[in-house]
């Protein structure tokens, strides 16, 4: 168990509302992530943290930002969510092992959101 | 640039076969890893195995083993004697040595009894 929890698990929207996901760890890792999953597409990298207020866009940042104030809480906004942005979320920490990132990743249980 | 291609959209066995996952991965790096990950209908992602690029020695984990080929930037999963609890979505995912993963797109294995 990492001690992932992501809030909130599931969540129905309205177009043009902004949204916030949170991810929260309870071990202190340095690398947190944002993942998307769709049907066809797999798990696809929005965004990551390798550290408080230190993040980069991964391969399908549009639409989306990041927050990390504090080790423990990785934030996900949605200023406007658009139907396009209906998928299921989820965080993921690395769990570092030494030089570089090479670290497995244990992910959170996932958020469903859905964008009317 | 990085990318995992994982060709089997979905896969349907009877119970005992034995089942072949297929993952090819692109990369310009030298040192880099690969895993496994199993997503079964309840949702959650589950880590099977890593493996590093330069250990390309195979490796067997109970009915599951794993075949490494950097000559041919594969990294398969074969599954023995399927059971139906291993019915699942299955990830192939590298890791560049930086800080990103990327995941192909899964393989839905359908295991009936």
């Known amino acids: 168990d990492a001690g992932i929890t992501q809030s909130p698990r599931h969540k129905v929207t309205e177009t043009g509302t902004p949204v916030t996901l949170r991810c929260h760890q309870t071990e202190n890792h340095r690398y947190m992530y944002w993942y998307r999953q769709d049907p066809g597409h797999g798990l696809r990298l929005i965004h990551y943290?390798?550290?408080?207020?230190?993040?980069d866009k991964g391969e399908v940042s549009d639409g989306y930002s990041v927050s990390r104030s504090k080790t423990e809480d990785f934030l996900l906004t949605l200023e406007s969510a658009t139907s396009s942005q209906t998928s299921v979320y989820f965080c993921a920490i690395s769990v570092h092992k030494g030089q570089g990132n090479t670290g497995e990743l244990f992910f959170g249980e996932g958020s469903r959101l859905t964008v009317l | 640039a990085q990318k995992v291609t994982q060709a089997q959209t979905e896969i349907s066995v009877v119970e005992k076969e034995d089942v072949t996952l297929d993952c090819v991965y692109e990369?310009?790096?030298?040192?880099?890893?690969l895993f496994w990950y199993k997503q079964p209908p309840s949702g959650e992602l589950v880590f099977l195995i890593r493996r590093n690029s330069f250990d390309e020695q195979n490796e067997i984990s109970g009915r599951y083993s794993w075949n490494f080929q950097k000559s041919t930037s594969s990294f398969n999963f074969t599954i023995t004697a399927s059971q139906v609890v291993d019915s699942a979505v299955y990830f192939c995912?590298?890791?560049?040595?930086?800080?990103?993963?990327?995941f192909g797109s899964g393989t839905k294995l359908n295991v009936k009894p």
């Open positions: 995912a590298l890791n560049d040595n930086f800080n990103k993963f990327y």
């Open positions: 990369t310009r790096d030298t040192t880099y890893y």
């Open positions: 943290s390798y550290g408080v207020k230190d993040t």
